[in-house]
């Protein structure tokens, strides 16, 4: 059963191409849910898979894409919301 969780990406985040590069991360580890800015900064991931896929993924999350400078990853485990694809929001 696929778990859920809710990652907070704190830092330079926004602007650097983090949410479609988590998309691209996200689809090559078979990782559904969505991914959007907040107004504070920050990115906020939902994201449903396999244990070990998530765990790869919030290792990615903690490096991101070349720009971005991440300081801080926040995941907490919630229900599943059974995402069929992995979007981006705005």
Same mark, same amino acid.
């Given at each position: 059963?696929?778990k859920?969780l #809710?990652?907070r990406?704190t830092?330079r985040v926004?602007?650097? +191409?983090f949410?479609? #590069?988590?998309?691209?991360?996200a ?6 849910? #969505?991914a ?5 900064g920050?990115v906020?991931?939902e994201?449903?898979g396999?244990n &070990?896929?998530?765990d790869?993924? @919030?290792s990615?999350c903690?490096?991101?894409?070349? +720009? &971005?400078? @991440?300081?801080?990853?926040? @995941?907490?485990?919630?229900e599943?919301r059974?995402f069929? #694809? +992995?979007?981006?929001?705005?």
């Amino acid at each position: 059963m696929p778990k859920h969780l #809710s990652i907070r990406v704190t830092g330079r985040v926004q602007g650097v +191409f983090f949410r479609a #590069s988590a998309k691209a991360e996200a689809e090559r580890l078979g990782i559904a849910g #969505s991914a959007r800015n907040e107004d504070d900064g920050t990115v906020l991931i939902e994201a449903e898979g396999e244990n &070990a896929a998530l765990d790869q993924f @919030v290792s990615w999350c903690g490096r991101g894409p070349d +720009f &971005a400078k @991440v300081s801080a990853v926040d @995941v907490h485990e919630g229900e599943p919301r059974h995402f069929t #694809s +992995f979007t981006i929001e705005p």
